[in-house]
């Protein structure tokens, strides 16, 4: 049994939210019902903080508050256990309390129970009193007090929770409401520092081109080189500008509703058949549920960023196998892209879904690397962000001789 610490009584007291109001219905029929069985006109929950007592709700008076040291449940707190006194006026514990005296009462017979918490807190009393001397009768009604106060605990206990409950609901919406409004200003961030410098890079882009095609550069090849170098390293600008911008785009408003997977993989397909062509890469697409919960548009993202990360980090030793699959998962669909390519470390296969993340260069630094998402510095961290936006999780696992498979979920809606 543990008593309220006197610092803290108050503030548990306060978290009922019983004080200084009506008592609520459930507390005063069980009020009622302990007066009943015990055959007594006055039953009474008291609160208890280390300076007053709160009578909370009651039967045969109006609930009021006294000084602690008045209380004669101050005493049943302390003890720990149900006291029942048939004349108070005979007991030392309270003969002298102004409760018995007459000069806030004239209490004879007294039973209480105490009231405790989950942890075994005793905070209060259950108790039923008589201006006539008497007991509480068989065993039965002492029984019966201690089970209705075990229920008035419990009823307590749940206006805690649910308060608790209340206060984490709005700060959680709270929460989301900032969330959103720092979405906004990312994303118009993001798209105006990729609109800032996809300009002057463009004409940068533009003049090296330019100087590719002079007669002076044409005939050097360490100056072709350089030129070349100069165009692949310009071209991994924008595109990780242009995932800058989707990065900050996607994951956040989104708009679920069935999408046909098979039909999105096909299009996902289409869309990078100049990469899987130029890498000679092979692929398969395993059984797909007609409908799965989602936004179509971002969810094409991630499978866009999947495939083309399957090619562009495939083994120069291998043909490239690109697999898509889906299954049931719990409550909702599992999505897999099986790759045989380079892999991923088990130790660093969360690292990767960190913005500006990657392992290493993608073997091709052609036109199948650059088609393929080779630069990827974000692509998997804004997988991430929108497979979270759907509750799903996303991850990495082994693929087929040594590549690597990478998961996602998409729960169904609740």
């Known amino acids: 049994m543990r008593k309220i610490p006197t610092d803290g009584a108050a503030g548990l007291i306060a978290e009922f939210d019983v004080l ?3 008592p609520p219905p459930r507390l005063q029929e069980l009020v009622e019902l302990a007066a009943r069985l015990c055959r007594v006109p006055t039953a009474v929950v008291n609160l208890l903080d280390d300076r007053h007592q709160h009578q909370v709700a009651a039967v045969g008076l109006t609930p009021a508050l006294c000084r602690r040291e008045d209380s004669m449940c101050a005493v049943t707190t302390d003890a720990g256990r149900q006291l029942v006194v048939a004349d108070a006026r005979t007991d030392p514990r309270f003969a002298g309390n102004p409760f018995v005296t007459g000069e806030l009462a004239a209490v004879r017979f007294y039973a209480a129970s105490p009231l405790r918490g989950p942890d075994g807190t005793v905070f209060g009393t259950l108790c039923v009193f008589d201006e006539v001397p008497r007991g509480l009768g068989d065993d039965d009604a002492a029984r019966w007090l201690d089970l209705l106060a075990g229920q008035v605990a419990g009823v307590l206990e749940q206006r805690r929770t649910a308060r608790r409950l209340g206060r984490t609901v709005a700060e959680l919406e709270a929460t989301r409401r900032e969330l959103a409004r720092s979405n906004d200003q990312l994303a118009a961030f993001a798209g105006q520092v990729s609109h800032d410098l996809r300009t002057p890079l463009t004409a940068v882009l533009g003049y090296v081109q330019v100087v590719a095609r002079l007669p002076a550069v044409a005939g050097d090849a360490r100056a072709r080189e350089y030129v070349a170098l100069a165009v692949a390293a310009g071209r991994r600008m924008t595109g990780l500008l242009e995932e800058l911008l989707a990065h900050a785009r996607l994951g956040g ?5 069935p999408v046909d997977l098979a039909e999105l993989v096909a299009e996902v397909v289409e869309d990078l058949s100049p990469a899987l062509t130029a890498a000679g ?5 395993g059984a797909l549920p007609p409908r799965v919960p989602a936004d179509r548009t971002q969810l094409r993202a991630v499978l866009q960023n999947l495939v083309a990360n399957a090619v562009a980090y495939r083994r120069p030793d291998r043909v490239a196998e690109v ?12 999505v897999e892209v099986v790759d045989n390519g380079r892999g991923v470390p088990p130790e660093r296969r969360t690292e990767v879904f960190r913005p500006l993340t990657r392992l290493a260069d993608p073997p091709d630094g052609g036109a199948a690397g650059a088609a393929a998402g080779g630069h990827a510095g974000l692509g998997l961290a804004t997988c991430r962000r929108i497979v979270q936006a759907h509750g799903g999780r996303i991850g990495l696992t082994d693929g087929v001789d040594g590549g690597t498979t990478a998961w996602f979920t998409l729960p169904d809606p609740g």
Do not use: I, Y
């Not at 890469?281 to 697409?285: D, E, M, Q, S, T």
């Open 253 to 257: 408003t989104l708009r679920v509703e």
């Open 323 to 334: 697999q898509v699959r889906a299954a049931r998962d719990g409550a909702g669909w599992r």
């Open 281 to 285: 890469a092979r692929g398969g697409v």
């Open 20 to 22: 200084d109001r009506p």
